[in-house]
C-alpha cells in the first residue's frame, strides 16, 4: 500500500513553502498601508479580540499586528458606535515608551455583523511571564536591580494612563501582557479600556490561571486605578518570585500569595508589593505615590538629568553631533575636578567615559528604560483630540466603511533647515521678497523627510507648522517646537540679509 504524500524537495525548501503560505496577504487596510497575514501571533489575551495576525506595514516596512473585534449583532454594535469610537480614537493618543504602540483603527460593515480592526505595535520579544519560565528553568534568581528597574517602568505607563484626562484603566494587566523587548525595555500591552462595550469584554477574568491577577472587587462596576495596582502587585511579586505556586491546582489561591510575598526577603519589597495588595481598594496607593516608594525611589545621576535634557532638545543639535563631539577631546583633559582640603582631590578624564558606552546609554534613556519619574506632574494629561477625527469620508478599497484620516504618529527628534531667497526673474514673486524652505527632518524611527515650500512675506511659523501637521507631514505634538524653530531660522536669515546690505 502506498501512501501519497505532497512532496517537499528539502527540508529548506519546506519550510521556505511554509514560510510563503504564512506571508499570504489575507486582506488590507482601506488606505492599502496594512496588509494582513495568515501568521496568527500571541500578544496577550485581549478581552473580546476575536483573532491576532501577524501583518505587515508597508509605509515603515516593519511587521505589526492586526487586531479584530467581532460584533455579531449589529444593533448592538450601533447603539454603542460613538462610544467604540470615542474609546479607539482616545487609544490612538496615547503616547509613552513603556506602552505598546496603538498605530491605527478603522470599522467594517457588512450585511450580517461588523467588525472594528485596529493595528498594534508587534512585540516580537516575548512576554515577561515566558521570560520568568526560562529564567527559573536555567535555575537563576531575579536580579534586584532589574526588578526594580521593571517596576519603575511599569508604574510609569501606569501613572500616565491613570493620569490622562479622562483616566485610562488598563483592566487586563498581567504578566502575559507585559512584553520585555532584548535591551531591557518593558512595555505594557492590550491597553482596552471599556471591554465592556463587547459581549465577551469580561471572559478573560474567568480564566483560571489568570484569576489572581484580578482585584476582588474587579467588573462590579465602577473600577478605577486600584484594580491596576492590584493586578501591577501581583506582577511585581511574580517578577521578584519568577513563580507563584499554584500547588497542582489550575488557580493560584490566596495562600499562595500571602506565602510567595512573605518569602522576599527585603523587607521593603515585602512592604510595597502588601500595599498593592490591599483588600480594600481605597487603601491601595496610586501609581504615582508607588515610585516614591523607598524600595524605588532614589535621587537621579546627574548623567540621567543630562541624558533626558539632550534628548528632549536634540532637535536642536546637528546630527551626530555627540560622536563627533566625543572624537574633538583630548583624552587626558580633565573633565570635571572635586577638590578637598584635608585628603587628595577627584579627577575625571575624557578617557573614563567610552563613546560607545555613552551612545547606548543615550538610546536607552530615549527608548524609556530609564524614566524620569522623580520629577513627574501629578497633574492630569490631557489626551487630545486627532486631527483625524473630522469624519471626513475617506474612499475604502473592500468596504464603504471609512477609515479615519492619516496622522504622523512619529515625533521629530532633530530638524535642520536651509532658506534662501527666490531668484530674480520668477514670474509668481518678486526679488527677495519670498523665501525658499529646505526642511530636513529626522524621525523618531531614523528615517528622514524633507520638505521644500516658499514663504511669503504674510507667513508666521506657527502658520506653517500648523500647515505641517494638516498635511500629516508632522506630529501635533511637535508643532510648537517646529514652530519655534522656523521662527529662529528665518530671524537669524533676515539680520543676515540686512547685514549683508548695509555692507554693500
Keep these: 500500500m502506498t501512501m501519497s504524500v505532497p512532496e517537499r524537495k528539502s527540508g529548506s525548501e519546506g519550510k521556505e513553502e511554509e514560510s ?20 496568527q501571533v500571541s500578544q496577550g489575551n485581549v478581552p473580546g479580540v476575536e483573532s491576532a495576525s501577524l501583518a505587515m506595514d508597508t509605509e ?3 511587521e505589526v499586528v492586526w487586531n479584530e473585534v467581532l460584533f455579531s449583532d449589529k444593533k448592538v454594535f450601533k447603539a454603542q458606535e460613538d462610544k467604540i469610537k470615542e474609546m479607539f480614537e482616545n487609544l490612538m493618543q496615547v503616547e509613552h515608551p513603556n506602552i505598546v504602540k496603538f498605530h491605527k483603527y478603522w470599522l467594517d460593515m457588512k450585511e450580517s455583523q461588523a467588525r472594528v480592526i485596529f493595528i498594534t505595535e508587534y512585540m516580537s520579544s516575548g512576554s515577561l511571564k515566558q521570560f520568568l519560565k526560562k529564567t527559573k528553568k536555567n535555575h537563576k534568581t531575579m536580579n534586584v536591580k532589574a526588578w526594580k528597574r521593571w517596576c519603575t517602568q511599569i508604574l510609569s505607563a501606569l501613572s500616565y494612563l491613570h493620569s490622562c484626562d479622562p483616566p485610562i484603566i488598563h483592566g487586563n494587566l498581567t504578566c502575559d501582557t507585559i512584553f520585555i523587548q532584548h535591551n531591557g525595555l518593558i512595555k505594557i500591552g492590550s491597553v482596552f479600556p471599556d471591554a465592556s462595550v463587547h459581549g465577551k469584554g469580561r471572559q478573560h477574568r474567568d480564566e483560571q490561571r489568570n484569576q489572581h491577577f484580578f482585584a476582588p472587587e474587579y467588573g462590579a462596576g465602577g ?31 490566596k495562600e499562595a500569595i500571602i506565602n510567595a510575598g512573605q518569602s522576599l526577603e527585603d523587607p521593603l519589597m515585602r512592604e510595597f508589593t502588601q500595599s498593592c495588595l490591599r483588600h480594600e481598594a481605597k487603601l491601595r496607593p496610586t501609581a504615582h505615590d508607588l515610585l516614591f516608594h523607598r524600595v524605588l525611589f532614589e535621587v537621579h545621576s546627574l548623567k540621567l538629568l543630562a541624558a533626558h535634557c539632550l534628548i528632549n532638545n536634540q532637535y536642536l543639535l546637528p546630527e551626530n553631533c555627540v560622536e563627533e563631539k566625543t572624537k574633538s577631546f583630548d583624552p587626558n583633559a580633565i573633565m570635571a575636578e572635586i577638590k578637598h582640603d584635608d585628603r587628595q582631590g577627584v579627577q575625571l578624564k575624557y578617557s573614563h567615559v567610552s563613546p560607545l558606552e555613552l551612545d547606548k546609554f543615550l538610546e536607552d ?12 506632574s501629578s497633574r492630569p494629561h490631557p489626551v487630545p483630540r486627532a486631527l ?37 526673474g520668477t514670474k509668481t514673486h518678486v526679488s527677495h521678497t519670498v523665501l525658499q524652505l529646505s526642511l530636513f527632518l529626522k524621525m523618531d524611527d531614523k528615517l528622514h523627510r524633507q520638505l521644500s515650500c516658499d514663504i511669503l512675506p504674510t507667513d508666521t511659523s506657527k502658520d506653517l507648522a500648523s500647515e505641517l501637521v494638516h498635511y500629516a507631514f508632522i506630529n501635533e ?28
Design 20 to 39: 510563503e503560505d504564512e506571508s499570504e496577504i489575507l486582506e488590507e487596510s482601506p488606505c492599502g498601508r496594512w496588509q494582513k497575514r495568515k501568521e
Design 60 to 62: 515603515e516596512g516593519v
Design 388 to 424: 483625524s477625527l473630522s469624519q471626513e469620508q475617506v474612499e475604502t478599497v473592500k468596504t464603504p466603511t471609512p477609515e479615519p484620516q492619516e496622522t504622523e504618529t512619529r515625533k521629530v527628534v532633530q530638524m535642520h533647515c536651509n532658506l534662501e531667497p527666490v531668484e530674480e
Design 477 to 504: 505634538e511637535d508643532s510648537e517646537k517646529v514652530a519655534g524653530f522656523l521662527e529662529d531660522a528665518i530671524n537669524r536669515h533676515r539680520v543676515r540679509m540686512l547685514a549683508a546690505g548695509s555692507t554693500q
Design 223 to 253: 473600577d478605577d486605578y486600584a484594580i491596576d495596582i492590584f493586578s501591577f502587585g501581583i506582577c511585581a511579586l511574580e517578577m521578584a518570585v519568577l513563580e507563584i505556586q499554584a500547588n497542582g491546582d489550575t488557580a493560584v489561591s
Design 365 to 376: 534613556v530615549k527608548n524609556g528604560i530609564y524614566p524620569l519619574m522623580n520629577f513627574a
